[in-house]
């Protein structure tokens, strides 16, 4: 996998090192993303009223954004553990946010309300980003309304402990089985997402993040998002990307239950490659469905059939004279049924 990956939103969430982390996965297919490690009996009352839930995850998301804190989260999958130092801080002129990963190769992206710079050193290159909103502590991808008719809110009869602070444990249970579930451990005082497990349909951990230290409020140094990096004269890459409608082209892309489309763009790639990308989301779980002539140049040949890492899982096809690859954190067979049912029907071009 090359740091281009990072070029391509919508697929994976949590961390940025957890996208960094699949270096077995070719380029195409990583798209930009309480102290219980394994099922736990729910306690008490189910949180079934819609405005209840959007209220709990909109005050969580809320939090990510107003709350000045640093500290060190740590994302594991299997025996994998990665961490990432984070600053983030609210000032007048807005958000700031440094988030410096601490293991293999050093990266950092430094944003500034919606816009990221991501900075690989040894290339001597800053990528611009858009921002994530469901990058952690973030959860909501946009305005969370339709989470209510695809899960419910449980909220566990116990508190927990993370990074020394006392949270509250929450759990959202799929209507279906075409998403995973999420176990969420929230700071008692700031609603602040200390943790985030995604569970199989059996309630196991599939992967998890987790602050491991953490400091709150005041007393967060506007010198601690400063990079470690003398940037002048590093090269600066901004992603050419344009807006597009895939049905006209031709596409008939179904979107799994409860997913709606929220981003069509076309990406231009190495070698001139021109990739379209799908973005569909039920506010919390993303897939990206990625298209892309047969011919194209690439650094890796796209997968076909499905590939599987930790919550993240992959289902490539052939259709035509394209490759479709649909990738997300959500379970394969959902990602199987976008890939064999979608058709491509060439437009006619008009006669003179």
Request: hydrophobic share 40%; glycine share 8%; charged share 20%.
């Amino acid at each position: 996998m090359t740091d281009a990956a990072y070029l391509q939103p919508g697929a994976t969430r949590r961390t940025p090192q957890a996208a960094a982390g699949r270096h077995c996965l070719p380029l195409l297919l990583l798209a930009l993303a309480g102290a219980l490690a394994g099922p736990c009996a729910a306690a008490a009352e189910p949180g079934g009223d819609s405005d209840s839930i959007i209220a709990v995850l909109q005050k969580v998301q809320d939090a990510a954004r107003s709350t000045d804190y640093a500290g060190v989260f740590t994302y594991q999958e299997g025996a994998q553990l990665q961490s990432t130092r984070v600053v983030h801080l609210v000032d007048g002129t807005g958000e700031r946010e440094l988030l410096d990963t601490l293991d293999g190769p050093p990266r950092e992206f430094i944003r500034h309300n919606e816009q990221v710079q991501y900075l690989i050193p040894e290339k001597k290159l800053i990528v611009m980003l858009p921002r994530r909103a469901d990058q952690f502590p973030g959860v909501l991808l946009g305005d969370g309304k339709s989470i209510p008719a695809n899960y419910t809110l449980t909220r566990e009869g116990h508190e927990a402990r993370v990074a020394g602070r006392e949270c509250h444990m929450l759990e959202l249970r799929p209507r279906d089985a075409a998403r995973y579930g999420y176990r969420l451990c929230t700071d008692a005082t700031t609603s602040l997402l200390l943790k985030a497990q995604t569970l199989s349909p059996q309630r196991t951990v599939i992967d998890q993040v987790s602050f491991t230290s953490l400091r709150v409020g005041h007393g967060i140094s506007a010198d601690e998002l400063n990079s470690r990096w003398k940037t002048q004269g590093w090269q600066v890459h901004r992603a050419s990307v344009q807006p597009v409608d895939l049905s006209k082209q031709g596409w008939r892309i179904p979107a799994p239950p409860g997913f709606q489309a929220i981003t069509q763009v076309t990406r231009s790639m190495r070698a001139g490659r021109q990739v379209s990308q799908l973005v569909l989301s039920d506010g919390l779980a993303a897939i990206s469905v990625f298209i892309e002539p047969t011919g194209s140049a690439h650094d890796a040949v796209p997968p076909k059939g499905a590939v599987h890492k930790g919550a993240m899982n992959i289902f490539g096809t052939r259709i035509g004279d394209h490759w479709l690859t649909a990738i997300g954190e959500v379970p394969v067979d959902t990602l199987r049924g976008i890939a064999q049912s979608t058709e491509y029907v060439p437009l006619i071009a008009p006669q003179p």
